[in-house]
């Protein structure tokens, strides 16, 4: 059975732009777009104040403020397991998640997940959750092109 989207929520689009094996870290891409009626002029601004929350491995929360126009942040996000003297073999894993609190309110999210690496691949495999949207991430070695 197909999950009920929602016209009032919050969707994030969280795309990798780089892994750092060495530092054990890879930075997101965020975007934010508020929707129906939490939202202005079809998502590009908040009606009330929006705080986008994150996972542990997530440095930091996400603020943007009622009426201003969202703009894309870069989050760092740190991995575990894996070692880089694995290579090429090495792999790491983290969560990504995120809940969405606007004017102080939890509302529903979705998240739209996505890899601009060259270098690594992922594997995202859902997370059930209460509070938002949450993916595991496994990060590998991408594999030369022929």
């Known amino acids: 059975m197909a999950a009920v989207l929602r016209a009032d929520r919050v969707d994030v689009e969280a795309t990798v732009q780089r892994v750092d094996a060495a530092a054990r870290e890879l930075v997101l891409r965020v975007r934010v777009i508020p929707r129906g ?26 603020a943007y403020k009622a009426h201003e126009r969202l703009a894309t942040k870069d989050v760092q996000t740190a991995m575990t397991g894996g070692s880089i003297s694995d290579y090429p073999f090495d792999t790491y894993e983290t969560d990504v998640g995120f809940g969405a609190l606007v004017g102080g309110r939890e509302v529903p999210v979705r998240m ?25 991430l496994e990060v590998f070695r991408s594999e030369p092109s022929a």
């Open 37 to 62: 009626t939490l939202g202005e002029e079809g998502g590009i601004a908040p009606v009330s104040d929006l705080t986008l929350q994150t996972t542990e491995a997530t440095l930091g929360d996400l």
């Open 112 to 136: 739209l997940f996505s890899n601009n690496g060259t270098l690594f691949a992922t594997d995202a495999t859902p997370v059930p959750s209460r509070r938002g949207a949450v993916v595991a």
